[in-house]
């Protein structure tokens, strides 16, 4: 079984500085997806940035990066020019196999709060 | 295109009572899938499915029942409510994300058990 942990429960950063989100995961697989989600207080949940563990290069999305270390099984998300709609939950998430549906495993959780 | 769709938003059940929370997508996906969020939580997979007359368990499957007669509903089923299933639960769908496709996430059910 996957394991996903995130050992920030809550984070908190100055509008427009950089904070970064850390995530290690447990796993025997060598084919997988990990994700980051947001989840703003309306529970929705916003598909932040992916990368598939085949790719040696990090993946970047806008303000969002992420340090995907395949050896140490890390994966953390890098928010640039924080705003304040950044405010949110954020959980990391583990999808083990490439040619797979939609089976995640998600850690716990950290509350970012971006402040003015 | 409504994308996934779930209904009830908001239910209250007394314990051992029984309901049904539906889950529908109109994007003709293989796959389904449904999750729990516990407060302070992520999500937990309860349920899956591969396709229409498929389904399997995920992580925490104890208390809830499944069916996929169609490819785009989903219904979970709880059989005797509990409170420990007060939660707030999302249905998911998807293609094969090998192709580049994206998890499309309904937006929550709210479940209260008294």
């Known amino acids: 079984a996957q394991t996903v942990t995130q050992s920030q429960p809550e984070m908190s950063v100055q509008e427009a500085e950089t904070v970064t989100l850390s995530c290690t995961y447990d796993?025997?697989?060598?084919?997988?997806?990990l994700f980051w989600y947001k989840q703003p207080p309306s529970r929705q949940m916003i598909l932040v940035i992916r990368?598939?563990?085949?790719?040696?290069q990090n993946a970047t999305e806008n303000r969002f990066s992420v340090n995907f270390q395949k050896a140490a099984k890390s994966f953390s998300l890098k928010i640039s020019d924080s705003q304040l709609g950044d405010t949110a939950m954020y959980f990391c998430a583990f999808m083990k196999g490439y040619n797979a549906g939609n089976m995640l495993t998600f850690g716990g959780g950290t509350r970012l709060m971006v402040k003015p | 295109n409504a994308g996934v769709t779930q209904t009830p938003k908001f239910q209250v059940l007394k314990t051992g009572q029984s309901m049904t929370l539906q889950c529908a997508q109109d994007m003709n996906h293989e796959y389904m899938s449904w999750y729990r969020q516990d407060p302070g939580m992520g999500l937990r997979l309860i349920h899956y499915?591969?396709?229409?007359?498929?389904?399997d368990q995920g992580e925490v499957p104890n208390g809830y029942n499944v069916s996929r007669s169609t490819t785009e509903d989903f219904p979970l089923r709880l059989l005797s409510a509990a409170p420990s299933q007060t939660s707030v639960y999302f249905c998911?769908?998807?293609?094969?994300?090998?192709?580049?496709?994206?998890?499309?996430f309904g937006e929550g059910s709210w479940l209260t058990v008294v």
């Open positions: 990368q598939e563990a085949y790719k040696q």
């Open positions: 796993t025997s697989e060598n084919n997988y997806y």
């Open positions: 499915s591969v396709g229409a007359g498929i389904t």
């Open positions: 998911a769908s998807s293609y094969l994300l090998g192709a580049g496709n994206t998890i499309y």
